[in-house]
């Protein structure tokens, strides 16, 4: 088995299930051209991200790590009329992208893009007392983990879904020597997250495109 055979089967399911999307595609033609980094998620995974909030029904989305809005336009279009997604973003130039990939999708109306490090525009947010936010996507820099889900434990409640990508990083994850601080800060979270009693979660692997990597998935329960 190879990147070759999981990438080609990411193509039939794509091709099957996920229908071409010209807002889509010009959202990742446009990131492209800006020279952002290739590393949205796929389009498979995409979809697997808005079929997760239609099914908790999610009204108010967070998302940590906007890139170019790939990930935001398939979140976005999962909200039910009067919905809401803010995204956090560092980046300014990767924020600019994403706004105008967001309004070349329709969804400036019901998406904000938020530009700061997240660990600064998240105690913000608490702050402002928003209604909790039913799914949480954190996709940001992988060191801050740990905190990024105590900031979505806090922002979210019970029923909701927090989904974090690259929690596996081709099998990087079970190394405890290894002393990337990306490495370390998936492991820590995944420790904070066995350890916590209001939620109930799991992990899976995932192949395909974008390589060997996984998902964590994690529900509020109290
Ligand atoms: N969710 C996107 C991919 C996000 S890539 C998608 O799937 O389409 C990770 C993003 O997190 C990058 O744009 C990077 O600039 C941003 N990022 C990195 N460190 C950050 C921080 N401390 N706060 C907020 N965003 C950060
Ligand atoms: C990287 C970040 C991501 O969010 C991702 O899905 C893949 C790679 C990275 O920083 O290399
Ligand atoms: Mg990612």
Known sequence: MSQDQW????????????????????????????????INVAPNQGKLLQLLAQTVGAQNILEIGTLGGYSTIWLARALPAGGKLLSLEADPKHAEVARANIAGAGLSAIVEIRLGKAL????????????????????????????????ALKLARPGSL???????????????????????????MNEVIAAEPRVSATAVQTVGSKGYDGFALIRVIA
């Not at 990742?28 to 980094?37: R, T, V």
């Not at 947010?125 to 105590?150: M, S």
């Not at 989904?163 to 099998?171: L, P, Q, S, T």
Request: no cysteine; glycine share 4%.
């Open 7 to 38: 990438a080609a089967v990411d193509r039939y399911i794509s091709d099957l299930l996920v229908p071409q999307d010209k807002a889509l595609d010009a959202a990742l033609a446009a990131s492209a051209a800006a020279g952002l980094p290739a």
């Open 120 to 151: 600064e525009t998240l105690p913000q947010i608490v702050a402002e007392k928003l209604p909790p936010f039913d799914f949480i996507f954190i996709d940001a820099d992988k060191a801050n983990l740990p905190d990024y889900f105590a900031f």
């Open 162 to 188: 927090i989904v974090a990508d690259n929690v596996v990083r081709e099998g990087r994850v079970i190394d405890a020597a290894n002393e990337d601080p990306n490495i370390k800060g998936v492991r820590r």
